[in-house]
């Protein structure tokens, strides 16, 4: 049997992802220290978890409706409101996912035809570009810039639009950059869409953790973009519950009644536990959410700081908890510097050209651990750097 000839040539087209590609060569050595896991280093928050062992207990262990518990979405919907102004509907303006990655995927599949174009910004998340090519659309990137501060510019996404763009994928608060965008740049952006049938997969997973004073909009807030946005939340960053693998779409509900209809058939509903827990965090939980934007926010400021004053050009970012420093100035790829560190100091961090191609000559380094954790690796890496000469 020839498998390549068996096997769907969309998926053979696909990449894997450049992240688990690297972290793979990382597994296979002991003593590793690592910068490369997006995930909290914080429990989730005790009440959550005691929520989660109350549903297990109380025997909560069915299916549940396929958007999601109603008190869970009726509680999504007072967080949208309480926290950023927007309205939703729970009844059919809310889907609860399989973590945000699922809402992204079924957001997509339900807007995109085949030969639909797909504005997608990079640096960005590795989920997007693959998961448009998969429906048949065609990823068209747009390529930010240091200069730009890595935010979506006006200028680059009209130069991009055609009679074939559908969508445009809006990933900010930023991974791997770091990157926000300011209620005056979505302003610009909404100005450019407003009177075209484009819509936007708005992925605000990491709206929670912005700094140095700027609260996180939603492009969802403007005039005229309600109507044509996906808003893509979750749990996973947040509240730190990657594990429990939840997350959220909101959007007109006709758009979700469709986008209902692929998650009815891929999953039925997310897992239950999840969501008692959920409704715990999303309830009671901003104070933990506050205390641990704090903390990241020291540890952004002590890793900018080290990695300036060790060379490496870094853009101090505005949220998430990445850092993106060049390394354009050592003279390896980024690939190269990867792995270079890796076998002399065991230091785990990913090339930026994991983020997109235009990451080349970048690192996306995590700030998700202790300010410890973070000053032995930075010492390590700073050897590194001057061995390099």
């Given amino acids: ?14 990449k894997p992802s450049g992240i688990r590609k690297f972290f793979d060569l990382a597994s296979e050595m002991e003593g590793v220290i690592s910068l490369g896991v997006g995930e909290p280093d914080f429990d989730t928050p005790y009440s959550v978890r005691q929520a989660g062992i109350r549903s297990l207990e109380q025997g909560r262990t069915y299916y549940t409706a396929n958007n999601g518990l109603m008190e869970l979405r009726e509680g999504i919907s007072r967080y949208l409101q309480r926290r950023f102004s927007l309205s939703y509907a729970p009844k059919d303006e809310i ?28 640096p960005s998340f590795v989920c997007y570009e693959p998961i448009v090519q998969l429906c048949g659309g065609v990823p068209v990137i747009i390529e930010t810039k240091v ?24 990933p900010f608060p930023n991974n791997p950059t770091g990157a926000i965008m300011r209620r005056e740049d979505l302003e610009e952006i909404a100005q450019v869409l407003r009177g075209t049938d484009i819509c936007v997969l708005s992925d605000e997973i990491y709206a929670e953790l912005t700094y140095g004073g700027v609260k996180h909009t939603s492009i969802a807030q403007l005039d005229d973009m309600w109507e044509r946005t996906l808003l893509v939340g979750g749990f996973s960053k947040s509240y730190a519950m990657t594990g429990w693998r939840l ?36 309830n009671n939980c901003d104070e933990e959410i506050e205390a641990m934007r704090d903390e990241y926010d020291a540890r952004r400021r002590f890793i900018v700081d080290a990695f300036n004053k060790m060379g490496l050009d870094c853009f101090s970012p505005r949220g998430a908890f990445y850092v993106f420093p060049c390394i354009k100035s050592t003279g390896l790829s980024s690939a ?5 560190l890796l076998q002399a ?29 973070l000053k032995k690796a930075v010492e390590k890496i700073g050897e590194f750097i001057r061995e390099l000469g």
């Fill in 1 to 14: 049997m020839s498998y390549d000839q068996i096997l769907s040539d969309k998926v053979k087209m696909v």
């Fill in 95 to 122: 889907l609860v996912t399989v973590g945000g990655s699922e809402a992204i995927d079924i957001g997509v599949r339900a807007l995109v035809n085949p030969g639909d174009e797909v504005i997608i910004p990079q």
């Fill in 147 to 170: 200069e730009d501060e890595f935010r979506l510019t006006a200028k680059d996404l009209k130069e991009k639009i055609t009679s074939k763009t559908k969508l445009l994928i809006l």
């Fill in 247 to 282: 997350g959220y779409v909101c959007a007109p509900a006709p758009i979700v009644a469709q986008i209902k209809k692929i998650h009815q058939f891929a999953i039925m509903c997310a897992p239950t536990t999840s969501q008692y827990a959920a409704i715990e965090a999303i």
């Fill in 336 to 340: 190269a510097f990867c792995e270079q």
């Fill in 345 to 373: 100091k065991k230091i785990a961090v990913v090339p930026g050209d994991a983020f997109g191609a235009c990451g080349e000559g970048y690192l996306r380094v995590s700030y998700c651990y202790s300010i410890k954790h």
